[in-house]
């Protein structure tokens, strides 16, 4: 008997799935989902940088890593950006070797031009790591033709420090 309505049971569910599967019957053709041209450009350089001390100078470089993350979505032909941010982040060792240090977001490039970037925001950095960022959330319309850019972070070792670069820079098309 339990094999019967076990069998019975699992032909309906059957029928149902073939039945409810197909709502639209081929009747309705299923638009895409508008993407939006959302991107998220990562990358790690080393600022090269020397302890300046009484014995001479000691090379102790900084990794940085700069994140360029675009929102936007799709209106006609065109992208209208909903945020532009810039992301930095370091070790927070590097504190400890130049304690007198400034860092951050610096620019961001799109499309030739030099985006305000008004906004600062809070950041919740993993264990061993500080973030800070800066992002302008206003609409900007772009056209969909994808274009080279480009953003920075900025380290400047302070006193103590002798440094031939200040600038970690992430390329990335959009």
Not at 88 to 95: D, E, G, V
Not at 142 to 171: C, K, L
């Amino acid at each position: 008997m339990r094999k019967k309505i076990t069998l019975l049971l699992a032909g309906a569910s059957l029928m149902g799935a073939l039945f409810i599967g197909n709502t639209n019957n081929g009747n309705v053709a299923e638009a895409a989902p508008i993407q939006p041209q959302a991107v998220r450009a990562t990358d790690t350089d080393l600022i090269s940088i020397w302890i300046v001390d009484s014995g001479g100078y000691v090379y102790s470089p900084v990794s940085v890593t700069t994140t360029a993350q675009i929102n936007s979505t799709t209106s006609g032909s065109n992208w209208v950006a909903t945020r532009r941010e810039l992301i930095s982040s370091t070790h927070r060792n590097a504190f400890l070797a130049y304690p007198n240090a400034t860092w951050g977001a610096g620019t961001l490039e799109l499309r030739g031009a030099n985006v305000p970037l008004p906004k600062t925001g809070s950041y919740i950095g993993q264990p061993g790591l500080e973030y800070s960022g800066k992002y302008n959330d206003t609409q900007q319309t772009y056209s969909s033709i994808s274009a080279p850019a480009r953003g920075s972070t900025v380290f400047y070792a302070g006193f103590g420090g002798f440094q031939i670069d200040n600038t970690a820079w992430v390329d990335f098309n959009w």
